[in-house]
């Protein structure tokens, strides 16, 4: 379902660009909160991930395994570890932006700046065994130069979002981060080869999550997707879904960007190099 407020242009879903309504605001927050399907989903989550560190930290003291296997045990503690903090930041986050105390932040910072830390958090995790088979690719830095006034925490978070998104759904393949300049924003992409579009498009729009989740079963990619989508609003800016190839699935979002100094951005240009990491 597609809110009366937002529109599709050339088959792709874009967010509000106005700020919700005081009304709109308790709605959200008590559909988060009274969502009896959300809230099953989360304990699920919470009992599996939790059921995984004790079994794994059991048998890291059992003295049968070698070193080899103990540090996969440690790495199954990690992940999971991650994926509950994960779940509940995004799950809390999303229920502070409803109750309007969430702050902006615009500051003068790099592109380089936004993405270096993600990148660096990003290659660690696709070292794991789960993702040998996964590989991510980089574009657009040749502009990586430009200073511009942005909320990089917030885009931080987007980012981080849609990449955890794009891991859930993609066992192969690859995934692609990147940005352009496009008139007065910045567009930014995350893109799969996964098989996850149809999950996304719906979570992406929908304002029923008891109704999306009793059709794709997958919590996780519910909270990441509507924390992003509030997020983006919260910046004034815009999102939206494309299929990517056969299956896969393309995220992209748009903010509002002043340059800093004499930086001179690129508008209405991909700039293509390519970096496997």
Known sequence: MIDESDHIINGKISGRNSKKTGEDLKINILNMINCPTLLTGMSHEMRTHMNSIVAFSFLMNNSGYNESEKEEFSNHILSSCEQLMSLFDNFLDSAIIDTGNSKTDVRKCKISNILEDLLAEFRIILKREDYKELVLILENQSS?????????????????????NALYNTKSGYIKIGYYFRDSDIVFYVLDSGQGFAKCKEFLSTENLNDSLSRHNDTCSAI???????????????????????????MYFSVPVREAGESKLLSNKYLNPKITI
């Open 224 to 250: 990441n997707l509507t924390l992003a989508r509030k997020l983006i609003n919260l910046m004034e800016g815009k999102v939206w879904i494309e299929s990517n190839g056969i299956s896969g699935t393309g």
């Open 144 to 164: 990586d130069h430009i200073e511009i006034y942005i909320d990089s925490n917030r885009v931080t978070r987007v980012i981080h979002n849609l990449f955890q």
